[in-house]
């Protein structure tokens, strides 16, 4: 499948953004933020902020972004739709929450209990956004049990190291936000090393047999293509730039984005002030990237049965 | 809306394509981007047509297969247009109603004005029946030529989709799956049609109908066998043979 470079942000940064609402909703209630407006406030932007990028990001991927307004219609029967009503959502608890925090310096009492929903909302988002693609039956590296938790854990991960920075570089570096997060960072990229192994070992069911009802007649092998050029499908779900360094890529993706964030966050609980900052964003930064790298290769290594009447012959 | 009709649809319209007839020749194809250019889903663009690299929307496209192997294979020609799937996964992914399944016809069609072009209809279908408009950026399918189909301001022979209409082989029907007693009904249970991916457990409401078997005399085999050095059996030439063999 085709990586779109705004889907790839959009789930990256959004991700993040909902993984800190999620903290920060575990953590208010709990009584354990700072009632101090201005750490709110950082702690807020930096997590609105990240939702609100990928969430504009995600609509540059539409033929038209000035309709994107009826996604909110069909969550009867559409995870996009139920995406799209959900993020929304989220903004409105998360709003009431900053204020309470923000203006009045108080994480607690009501504007807890907003924190604790917008968080709710929040896995909710993550999860219907792992569900668009873990309903599609129509490639098999999506349509797998294991893509929903994954997205829920790098959730998690970034926005624990994100909650981890804002607190290193307005406060202070807190060890115990810090070894979540990198308890966060184990468990992500254990699941997904489990995934990709799991991937490694399996084939689709269907192939250019059952793709063309012709099974009984012998072996079947593409001899042509419909046309001389390529088409949509072709290069939406076609894509094979650099699928031949998957693993490669993927050793990258777990070094950047697991084993980077981990050093970086060691070396800052054993400093402290500007370096100790410098660290923790580090640390965010290069878990974004990994992550970034890991819905590359979501895309790049996903196969789509269509292409079993362009040449595959098994998806 | 992009919930599937909650009854079946009274008709269930569609197409069985013989793949035993088909002779690959593509008239059903041009055809159908004729019709459709100037049709409901108008217009089908392409980017740069004449030159190279061109890329557009077609509806309907003819792939070609070899089935079997050596001296058994054969070469099928296979056209793909959307099979107006029962459980059609196009229409319940679409976020904003725009991808629906009529109820009185079973009919799966855009409506444009309501699609964001997300792509999402096109990466939930096997067949890859939908295809983005590179200019307009809204996908497009076939729609059954519902423009035709129900147009009394053509000959009643006329009314049928421009692939059907077109293939100079008849190799393509347009029917009714619901009634038993249709054409393409018949032709089903006669000729053994087939489902596409049936694993995928989408229904789709277009058939294939599988190439006939080969007779014997049909076969390479026969054809090269037809063409080995042979002895005259006997007469003139047995006489000559057996003179010049001395």
Known sequence: MNPAYSVLVFTTASGAGYGMLIWLGILAPLGMLPANGWFGFWALALALGLVTVGLLSSTLHLGHPERAWRAFSQWRSSWLSREGCLAVATYLPAGVFGIGWVFFDRPDGVFALCAALAGLLAVGTVACTAMIYASLKTVRQWHNLQVLPIYLVFALMTGALGLYAVYAVFMAGQIWLGSIAGLAVLSAWALKWVYWNGLDDSTGESTAATATGLADLGPVSLLDLPHSEENFLMKEMGYRVARKHAVKLRGIAVLLGGALPLVCLLMSFASSGGLAAVLAVLALLSGLAGTLLERWLFFAEATHKVMLYYGAEAA | ?246
Not at chain 2, 10 to 31: F, M, S
Not at chain 2, 54 to 71: I, M, P
Not at chain 2, 81 to 101: I, N, W
Not at chain 2, 113 to 129: Q, S, T, V
């Open chain 2, 1 to 246: 809306m992009t919930s599937l009709p909650k009854t079946p649809p009274a008709k269930r319209l569609g197409l069985v394509i013989d793949l035993d007839t088909c002779v690959g020749c593509h008239a059903c194809v041009v055809n159908c981007k004729e019709w459709n250019t100037g049709g409901y889903p108008a217009p089908l663009s392409d980017i740069n047509p004449y030159g190279d690299k061109q890329s557009g929307a077609w509806l309907n496209r003819v792939h070609s297969f070899e089935v079997g192997r050596g001296a058994d294979s054969q070469t099928v020609h296979f056209p793909k247009s959307c099979l107006h799937c029962e459980d059609a996964a196009c229409v319940t992914v679409c976020p904003t109603g725009a991808s629906y399944k009529r109820e009185a016809d079973g009919i799966v069609l855009v409506d444009e004005e309501r699609c964001i072009g997300c792509g999402l209809c096109a990466w939930a279908c096997p067949y890859g029946a939908r295809e983005m408009d590179p200019l307009g950026g809204v996908m497009k399918k076939c729609t059954l030529c519902i423009d035709r189909i129900y147009n009394e301001n053509i000959p009643e022979a006329q009314r049928q989709p421009a692939c059907v209409n077109t293939c100079p082989a008849r190799a393509r029907h347009f029917g009714n799956f619901a009634d038993p007693d249709s054409e393409v009904s018949k032709l089903v249970a006669d000729r053994g049609g087939v489902d596409l991916m049936p694993e995928m457990g989408y229904r789709p409401t277009n058939k294939y109908l599988p190439p006939r078997p080969k007779t014997k005399e049909h076969t390479a085999a026969a054809g090269r066998a037809a063409l080995a050095a042979a002895d005259p059996d006997g007469g003139f030439l047995g006489w000559l043979d057996r003179l010049l063999s001395d």
